[in-house]
Structures are given as structure tokens and as C-alpha cells.
């Protein structure tokens, strides 16, 4: 039976592990969370995701799957630990580098070493196969190093996981032989050899891709505002040509993927990444417009305002790099009167006070929905109308469905014509 250790037990590390030793695998899983090596040690996670609590409760219980704080001796060893930015958005490494020498201690000949971290280009040449030679194993050659990105939408991670194409990156050809042995274990997609480098620019283009058609959506929303022109229904009408499919416009981009990697493609070439740093200026404005629109349907700061998401996106409990906690953090920064819900979040994850539903809005003057729950997108109207001191809803995802008259909706499509302008706070 073939051993695997995964280090990092996160949003991408733990669905691995657990479609790893669902597919015959004897797994480690390591992190420095002890809460987290804990819940997984009883068969439970400490993520949200679809379908993940049955498989790690099957796999817990059979044996297949265990946590640990320590690496152990494997065949394989992927390395799935996060990868933030600094300060000035460059890419901080010294996860995977930590990671990377965790397992050192443990590596024996034959093994097989992939770096699913998102990471920019060169990383594995320039920064882990030095950590592996310094050890005294040339990889390609005693040990077989690769970088495999992760491409699955939170969600649909056990899915996608299993039916996504594959891209892997050997720093050789048998390095990429041998890691795609690996994922053919399970992966019923294709499966790519290529170069690691490759394949970190890969991964780091498909993420600028969808960040820079997003702030083209909402550099349109923008230009629209100021012309009076309703931008979802311009977006609607040019999706119709077979050759353009614009992307939705919203109040930021969030997650570790889109409002991170492509800043890791600007710190390698700065000069020449022009579009790409002006698409990540114009998504990281989207807060602050955001916010512009909320001052011009409320009567004064004082007014409560009821935030509605913190995550990302829709039905999932993660934060990370969230527009909607930016915007949520500036409120109440600038002074506004404002109550937070999300029914994914928990209260450990954030430093304000969660409320309910009711509590949220009672005596508000206004509802802006961050996020795309499930649970936004039809509304109890009976109970806004009742409680609220004025119905209204700021629809940033254009995902609710209204029906009760009473309630003003103003979604990204209809800014000019629905707002006050006669409200706006200085």
C-alpha cells in the first residue's frame, strides 16, 4: 500500500487528503493547527465543504486517513500550505519553505515531492530543489519534484478534483511522469506534463485571466453609473455575440486565488505586466465605490446598515481577501452603524460582533448583500418591511429575488436611476 503525507490541511490540502485515501492510499495529513489535527483525528473537519464531512468520516474510521502534527515517511509528499502576500503584494514563501523542510527529515530515494501551493514563477527551480540539494538529493534525479497546482472551485472541490484536466510540472520529464502517476490514481481528467515552470505560469494566468475580464465588468459598471446606462442589461445584450463572454461585475474580488496571484506575476516583471497591475487597481477600488453608493441611500452615517456576506463568494465559510470584509472593516473604521450577517461564518473568524437575521435588520435603513449565499438570494420581505426603517436592498451580486413592491431595489445595473443623489454624506 502506497503511503502519502500531505502537508497543510487547509481548503485544498484536506479534500486531497481525504480523495487520496479514499482511493487506497494510507494518508498522513500534517498541520500546525492542533485543533484542526484534532476535529480530523475524530473524523470531523474544521472547513466548510460539499460532501467533505461523509468522505473524511469513511476514511477516518477505516484507517485510511490520520492527523498529525509531525511529517512521516512516505512514497509521496505534497505540500499544500498557503501562500500570502506581503506587504508590497509580493509573494511571501516562507510557508512552502518551512513546509519543504518539514519533510526533508523523512525524504528517502524514489519519493516523489509536489508543490501544490500556488507560488510565482521559478519557485521551484530558484527556492525548493536548492532545499532538496542542500539536503543532499538531487531532484530529478533521487527524488522526483513537481509543482501541480490545485484548479477547483470552492463547492465543487470533490468533483472538480476528480474531473478538472491536471497540469504537472516536473523539473524533469520522470519528475512529471512521476507525479502524474500519482493523480491518475483518481484524476479522470486529463492529465498534462509539462515543465514546473510551466506550469506555475499556468496556474498564475488562469486566475489573472478571470481577475482581469472582472474589472473589466466593473470598470463598465463605473463608466455606466456616470452615463445612465444600466450595465447588467449591457453585459446581458454582449454575452449574446458568440465571441464575447463579459463576467459579472461585483463589489471586489476575494479569495486566495484572484486577488493574489496575479500580483506574483507583477513582482517578476513589473514593466511589462501593465494591464494586469491597472485590472487588480481597478478591482481593489470596487470597495470604495461600494461604499460611495451605500453613503448615497442611506440619511447619515448614524443610519444602520445591515451587511449581508463576508465571504468571497457564495456558500462557503472563507474569508480570505474578502471585498466584503474590507468593506464591512472601513464602515465601521469610518464610524457607520452597522450589523453583519453570514450564516457560513462563524463568529472565531472575525473581530466584530455577528448577528442574526432579525437583529440585522430591525431599524435599519438599508441591506447591502456582499455575497451570494443561498440564503440572500429570496428574503423573508414579510420581515424586512416589518422591521426595517426602510426597506431597501443594495444588490452587489445581483442575486436577490424581490417581489414585494415596498422594498427598493438597486442591484449594479440600475446605480443611476435609483439612487439619491440628494443622501450622499460627505
Known amino acids: 500500500m502506497r503511503k502519502l503525507t500531505v502537508v497543510g490541511l487547509g481548503y485544498i490540502g484536506l479534500p486531497t487528503s481525504a480523495m487520496f485515501a479514499k482511493h487506497g492510499w494510507n494518508v498522513v495529513g500534517v498541520d500546525v493547527n492542533e485543533r484542526a489535527i484534532e476535529k480530523l483525528n475524530r473524523g470531523e473537519i474544521h472547513i466548510e465543504e460539499v460532501g467533505l464531512p461523509e468522505v473524511?468520516?469513511?476514511?477516518?474510521?477505516?484507517?485510511?486517513?490520520?492527523?498529525?502534527?509531525?511529517?512521516?515517511?512516505?512514497?509521496?509528499?505534497?505540500?499544500?500550505?498557503?501562500?500570502?502576500?506581503?506587504?508590497?503584494?509580493?509573494?511571501?514563501?516562507?510557508?512552502?519553505?518551512?513546509?519543504?523542510?518539514?519533510?526533508?527529515?523523512?525524504?528517502?530515494?524514489?519519493?516523489?515531492?509536489?508543490?501544490?501551493?500556488?507560488?510565482?514563477?521559478?519557485?521551484?527551480?530558484?527556492?525548493?530543489?536548492?532545499?532538496?540539494?542542500e539536503a543532499g538529493f538531487e531532484p530529478g534525479v533521487d527524488v522526483y519534484l513537481a509543482h501541480c497546482p490545485e484548479r477547483v472551485l470552492p463547492g465543487r472541490i470533490l468533483i472538480e478534483l476528480v474531473e478538472n484536466t491536471r497540469i504537472v510540472g516536473g523539473i524533469n520529464a520522470i519528475s512529471a511522469t512521476k507525479a502524474a502517476e500519482v493523480y491518475a490514481t483518481f484524476v479522470q481528467g486529463q492529465i498534462l506534463e509539462t515543465s514546473a515552470l510551466s506550469a506555475e505560469m499556468a496556474k498564475l494566468m488562469e486566475n489573472t485571466y478571470r481577475d482581469v475580464n472582472i474589472a473589466l465588468a466593473n470598470e463598465l459598471v463605473k463608466i455606466s453609473e456616470k452615463l445612465g446606462v444600466d450595465a447588467l442589461e449591457v453585459i446581458s445584450l454582449a454575452n449574446h455575440h458568440p465571441r464575447v463572454n463579459l463576467h459579472q461585475p461585483g463589489p471586489g474580488v476575494g479569495g486566495h486565488c484572484l486577488a493574489v496571484d496575479p500580483y506574483f506575476i507583477i513582482e517578476k516583471a513589473p514593466e511589462e505586466a501593465q494591464i494586469i497591475?491597472?485590472?487588480?487597481?481597478?478591482?481593489?477600488?470596487?470597495?470604495?465605490?461600494?461604499?460611495?453608493?451605500?453613503?448615497?441611500?442611506?440619511?447619515?452615517?448614524?443610519?444602520?446598515?445591515?451587511?449581508?456576506?463576508?465571504?468571497?463568494?457564495?456558500?462557503?465559510?472563507?474569508?480570505?481577501?474578502?471585498?466584503?470584509?474590507?468593506?464591512?472593516?472601513?464602515?465601521?473604521?469610518?464610524?457607520?452603524?452597522?450589523?453583519?450577517?453570514?450564516?457560513?461564518?462563524?463568529?472565531?473568524?472575525?473581530?466584530?460582533?455577528?448577528?442574526?437575521?432579525?437583529?440585522?435588520?430591525?431599524?435599519?435603513?438599508?441591506?447591502?448583500?456582499?455575497t451570494d449565499h443561498d440564503e440572500f438570494k429570496v428574503m423573508d420581505e414579510e420581515t424586512i418591511t416589518k422591521l426595517m426603517k426602510q426597506a431597501q436592498i443594495l444588490d452587489t451580486k445581483n442575486c436577490v429575488k424581490v417581489s414585494d413592491d415596498a422594498i427598493k431595489y438597486v442591484n449594479f445595473g440600475t446605480l443611476k436611476g435609483n439612487v439619491n443623489e440628494e443622501c450622499l454624506v460627505n
Open 56 to 133: 473524511v468520516a469513511e476514511v477516518v474510521a477505516t484507517g485510511k486517513l490520520r492527523g498529525s502534527l509531525q511529517p512521516e515517511k512516505a512514497d509521496c509528499f505534497i505540500v499544500a500550505v498557503p501562500t500570502p502576500h506581503n506587504a508590497d503584494n509580493t509573494a511571501d514563501l516562507s510557508y512552502v519553505v518551512s513546509a519543504t523542510n518539514s519533510i526533508v527529515p523523512y525524504l528517502e530515494k524514489g519519493n516523489v515531492v509536489i508543490i501544490e501551493s500556488t507560488i510565482p514563477p521559478r519557485t521551484i527551480d530558484d527556492v525548493v530543489a536548492p532545499i532538496l540539494r
Open 277 to 370: 497591475a491597472l485590472a487588480r487597481k481597478t478591482n481593489n477600488s470596487m470597495p470604495a465605490f461600494t461604499i460611495k453608493q451605500i453613503n448615497k441611500l442611506i440619511s447619515s452615517k448614524d443610519a444602520k446598515i445591515a451587511a449581508f456576506g463576508l465571504t468571497y463568494k457564495g456558500n462557503i465559510d472563507d474569508v480570505r481577501e474578502s471585498p466584503a470584509m474590507d468593506i464591512v472593516n472601513e464602515l465601521l473604521h469610518e464610524g457607520y452603524n452597522v450589523s453583519v450577517f453570514d450564516p457560513h461564518v462563524h463568529q472565531e473568524q472575525v473581530k466584530f460582533t455577528l448577528s442574526n437575521f432579525e437583529d440585522a435588520v430591525k431599524d435599519a435603513e438599508l441591506i447591502v448583500v456582499l
